[in-house]
């Protein structure tokens, strides 16, 4: 297949062209070479190239800045998104779309299937969800993927904050009182790598198995790094930020499994890979 890669110069996107790129032909684009914010130009690159599909991986991430710069949340994590749309819609070509567990608003008890309340409480999330409601509006063919808490080897993330930290302090104090489940940036890409060979359209939830508080992953992060670190425990808002997290976001892969994907394997085991990797 003939692949367009958006944002492809980031975590997952090196991760989706690691698997992608010995099977397809990839057409990659970063927010220099492609502005997603820019319909006229997206709507012709995309109907020049002609792709099969096209996967989306660009966007806005910085949940604290996404507070601070409402403006740019919205153009790229929702009309961004709307105009890819809108570009594959006039070549009758699938969308795949990354999103988060932060459409949720975080006061589930129990893993969150597909069809779970959206609330959204942070800028982050409602521009996600925008994006979301855009592609339902315009497309058929589409696969959302709500992901989590996502850390690979291309980018700035939890384990590798935690691990540099660890060289200079004996203790952090971590949250709590999120849960959720960390993913892995290569398992994440091979997960899409499955759909894209199938029409198996709608929204999924994809992340590792397992979940975690933010402080229990940090306590198995120096358990496997053999640090020596205290990890103090503090609630979300003793730890003062701009963007409010949901507290409890686990997605369960229900419509995964349903269409007879393996479950991704526990977190802790591919935290543990990317943990020997980096070290």
């Not at 890409?189 to 359209?201: C, F, K, P, R, W």
């Not at 003793?238 to 997605?251: D, I, K, T």
């Amino acid at each position: 297949m003939k692949i367009l890669i958006t944002g492809s110069n980031g975590m997952l996107g090196h991760d989706l062209i690691d698997v992608l790129k010995d099977k397809h032909e990839l057409i990659l684009t970063t927010s220099k070479s492609l502005d997603i914010t820019n319909k006229d130009k997206v709507i012709e690159f995309i109907s020049e190239k002609n792709p099969d599909v096209v996967i989306n991986s660009a966007a806005y991430t910085d949940v604290d800045g996404c507070e601070e710069n409402q403006d740019i949340a919205y153009a790229v994590n929702g009309e961004g998104v709307r105009n890819l749309a809108l570009g594959c819609s006039k070549i009758d070509c699938p969308l795949v779309h990354v999103s988060t567990d932060y459409v949720f608003d975080g006061t589930a008890r129990d893993p969150i299937t597909e069809d779970g309340e959206i609330g959204p409480i942070s800028v982050y999330g409602k521009s996600k969800l925008m994006g979301e409601e855009a592609i339902l509006d315009i497309l058929d063919k589409f696969f959302i993927i709500r992901t989590a808490w996502l850390y690979g080897i291309n980018g700035g993330n939890f384990p590798k904050t935690m691990l540099e930290l660890a060289k200079n302090h004996s203790e952090i104090t971590v949250v709590y009182d999120e849960v959720g489940t960390p993913t892995y940036t290569p398992d994440l890409a091979y997960g899409i790598s499955q759909l894209i060979e199938t029409d198996y359209y709608g929204i999924y939830h994809l992340t590792n198995s397992g979940s975690c508080s933010w402080c229990e992953f940090a306590r198995y992060i120096f358990e496997v790094a053999d640090a020596d670190v205290k990890v103090i425990p503090v609630t979300a808002s003793e730890f003062a930020r701009p963007a409010p997290r949901p507290h409890y976001s686990v997605l369960e892969n229900k419509k995964w499994v349903d269409n007879g994907f393996e479950p991704l394997r526990d977190y802790k085991e591919a935290a543990k890979e990317y943990i020997e990797l980096i070290r």
